[in-house]
């Protein structure tokens, strides 16, 4: 069987697309769980865009260890250079560089005649071929440009030294059939291009970005760019869950394969769902809450007689844990070590010390815990007490006839600071409070949710805010069986990392 290989882009494509911003922190935490996922390539960033993307890209390329990383670049030395500054210290680096292609972009958006075009993506090629043994060359909007000029222009790059060549359906306006013409277009009449890898990278306008993808390795493309749980610009990239479980359950009729460890699937789409403050629709195939769910009678007779009758796959096949008591407040260390290690995720021993301290403390609010708890403590605990302020009391009075008031006590920088506000509620009295120590009101918060993690009275409750600061958002979360304390934990959390970018 063919193998093929999955390029993944959520912190490049997926983290780029409004409200899904991630900090250091948490970029390096979904770059080691895509590691442990087994993809091929993590595309961590575009290096030029920014000083923070610069070191983010520079931190993954130094972390990551079993998976080539990559830096996007235009075709342009200066994005090559700071691409190859960000990415030489991976064990096996790669610069990605792009141009557009179509008709369209050649005219309004690079105001350059297609010769020129040519001219600039072979030179830019052979720059990054001087730095590095692998480059990736993206021809932007292909599924729009001449199919007798993109052939030209692959067949050059593959001249110059490219080792992937890339066809976007960047606006993804692409069907199925076409793109699969297109790949064989290329492969009849751009010569090269049987000797390197052709990729895709399609995006999901007309909700055919998965369809897309696998017609192009049905008719000979051997890489799919794609994201976790499909984010991305507009309606987001190929979902990377679809694409490998496509090709895992109907691989035999493709004559495809891939390296992807599936049963990191889950864990991998609910760590980037809750750095993010989203939750995935239920009705999302592969990863949704109803994924796996039968309510008819007539499916859950079947399913009970035999899984296959309605079920394609299984949901340890993805990874999906069972949510059982596991563990309990005279648990030790070593248990809940075995117990994490089981569930699949990995830590080292000051992560582990952490999660225990954490579950020490839940231990003392809940008589039972579940997988779905421990799960809680690893994800959406990720970066919650990290920062310049920690919460370290409140004291909050409300009911329905007065106007609710709260005292917060933070600290920051080893000292105390109280203050005490009025709300329209207690949440609304709490943040106030946050403000007024902070001295700041140049954020705002544009969204608040909450929602159980387990059941009964006794559950976790997270909470997800979105603070707007400038042109960004940024997401924060808390977790906690008090609602409240997940709420100032959630908002304490997004002004850190608000104080974090200045």
């Known amino acids: 069987m063919r193998k093929i290989t999955i390029f993944d882009t959520t912190l490049r494509d997926g983290e780029q697309s409004p409200g899904c911003s991630m900090n250091l922190e948490e970029k390096l935490e979904v770059a080691r769980q895509l590691e442990r996922l087994k993809v091929d390539i993590i595309e961590a960033g575009f290096a030029i865009s920014s000083p923070g993307d610069f070191e983010s890209v520079k931190r993954v390329a130094e972390t990551v260890k079993d998976c080539q990383v990559a830096s ?20 096996s680096p790669l610069i990605h560089t792009f141009i557009s292609t179509s008709p369209v972009h050649m005219q309004y958006k690079l105001r350059m005649e297609p010769e020129k075009v040519l001219e600039q993506a072979v030179a830019m090629v052979k720059y990054a071929k001087n730095y590095c043994a692998d480059v990736e060359f993206s021809a932007e909007d292909a599924m729009r440009s001449e199919p007798a000029f993109l052939a030209k222009v692959v067949s050059a790059v593959v001249k110059a030294g490219a080792t992937v060549v ?16 297109m790949i064989r277009y290329l492969l009849d009449h751009a010569p090269g291009a049987e000797k390197i890898r052709l990729s895709t990278h399609c995006h999901n306008d007309l909700g055919m970005a998965v369809a897309n993808s696998l017609a192009a390795v049905g008719a000979g ?3 799919i760019e794609c994201t976790v749980n499909g984010l991305g610009e507009r309606a987001g990239n190929t979902a990377l869950e679809e694409v490998v479980m496509a090709l895992r359950t109907r691989g035999q009729t493709m004559n495809c394969e891939c390296g992807i460890d599936t049963t990191q699937i889950y864990r991998t789409s609910r760590l980037i769902y809750n750095i993010i403050g989203q939750t995935a629709p239920i009705n999302k195939a592969i990863v949704g809450a109803n994924a796996f769910a039968h309510e008819s009678g007539i499916h859950q007779h079947g399913v009970l007689a035999e899984r296959t009758t309605y079920e394609i796959m299984t949901p340890e096949s993805i990874g999906l844990p069972k949510n059982k008591m596991v563990l309990g407040k005279h648990s030790g260390k070593h248990g809940l070590e075995v117990r ?44 919650q007490h990290a920062g ?18 709260c005292v917060v006590q933070l600290q920051y920088n080893g000292e105390s600071v109280e203050e005490v506000a009025l709300g329209n509620g207690p949440i609304d009295a709490a943040y106030n ?9 140049d954020y705002s918060l544009v969204n608040y949710e909450i929602h159980s993690v387990t059941d009964g009275r006794d559950a976790l409750g997270e909470v997800v805010v979105k603070l707007k600061y400038g042109d960004r958002t940024v997401t924060g979360r808390g977790l906690s069986t008090d609602i409240l304390e997940s709420s100032l934990l959630a908002y304490i959390n997004g002004v850190n990392k608000i104080l974090e970018l200045g």
């Open 221 to 223: 493309a051997a890489q």
């Open 72 to 91: 996007l670049s235009r075709a342009l030395t200066k994005d090559i250079d700071a691409a190859w500054g960000a990415v030489k210290g991976a064990v």
């Open 433 to 441: 409070a946050i403000n007024k120590i902070v001295k700041r009101d």
């Open 340 to 383: 994490l290690s089981e569930l699949g995720y990995r830590f080292d021993k000051d992560e582990l010390e952490s999660y225990f301290q954490t579950f020490k403390e839940l231990c003392d609010k809940k008589k039972e815990i579940t997988d779905l708890d421990l799960e809680a403590i690893v994800t959406s605990g990720l970066s």
């Open 388 to 405: 310049a302020y920690q919460l370290e009391r409140y004291d909050v009075h409300s009911c329905n006839y007065a106007t609710a008031n």
């Open 166 to 181: 890339n066809i976007p359906d960047t606006v993804g306006f692409t069907t199925p059939e076409e793109m699969a013409a």
